[in-house]
């Protein structure tokens, strides 16, 4: 039980939300990632900070201030 606690816990990577909080996400939970690209119009589902766009296995989408690049390279060094 606690070696799966301890894998599970070591393939998290954790993120920082704009509002300056910190997330931990495990990538076996996110189904889509996309580079924010620069707004024509406001969007008012994602923050302006925002540098990549997470979506996740709930539904949920999550805006984080890591580049893609960064991000996909967390998760590739969490496996």
Do not use: Y
Not at 59 to 76: I, W
Request: aromatic share 2%.
């Amino acid at each position: 039980m606690i070696d799966a606690l301890i894998a599970a816990a070591l393939s998290m990577v954790l993120l920082h939300r704009a509002d300056g909080g910190v997330v931990a996400v495990m990538s076996s939970h996110i189904t889509s990632m996309h580079a924010k690209a620069p707004p024509v119009v406001a969007n008012k589902l994602v923050t302006p900070d925002a540098r990549c766009v997470l979506w996740l296995a709930d539904g949920k989408v999550l805006a984080v201030l890591e580049p893609c690049e960064t991000v996909r390279r967390l998760l590739e060094d969490a496996k």
